[in-house]
């Protein structure tokens, strides 16, 4: 079993930054599938930033260069840096681990 709790979400104004959190607990080893994916109003979930086999990183195409997932494996936690935010980013965060396992989410809303 895997826990996962995620924070760091809130309200930015587009072209602000955002750092989120997650939290891991139980069956964690650093080869793990982990990382972030987002679910927007009305639409289906997605893939924002994960890590495979523990060091392959994966970007969606929306994301990259805005965004920089890294992983702290003594501490069991996954963190999302957000940056150059656009309010098309807005979206319940979800973290993830290979299981699959998700956490509760967290809300980005990205709006002047």
């Known amino acids: 079993q895997v826990q996962l709790v995620e924070s760091g979400g809130g309200l930015v104004q587009p072209g602000g930054s955002l750092r989120l959190s997650c939290a891991a607990s139980?069956?964690?080893?650093?080869?793990?599938?982990m990382g972030w994916y987002r679910q927007a109003p009305g639409k289906g979930r997605e893939l924002v930033a994960v890590?495979?086999?523990?060091?392959?990183?994966r970007y969606s195409d929306s994301v990259k260069g805005r965004f920089t997932i890294s992983r702290d494996n003594a501490k069991n936690m996954v963190y999302l840096q957000m940056n150059s935010l656009k309010p098309e980013d807005t979206a319940v965060y979800y973290c993830?681990?290979?299981?699959?396992?998700w956490g509760q989410g967290t809300q980005v809303t990205v709006s002047s």
């Open positions: 993830y681990h290979v299981g699959p396992y």
């Open positions: 139980g069956s964690i080893f650093s080869l793990n599938d």
């Open positions: 890590y495979f086999s523990g060091s392959i990183i």
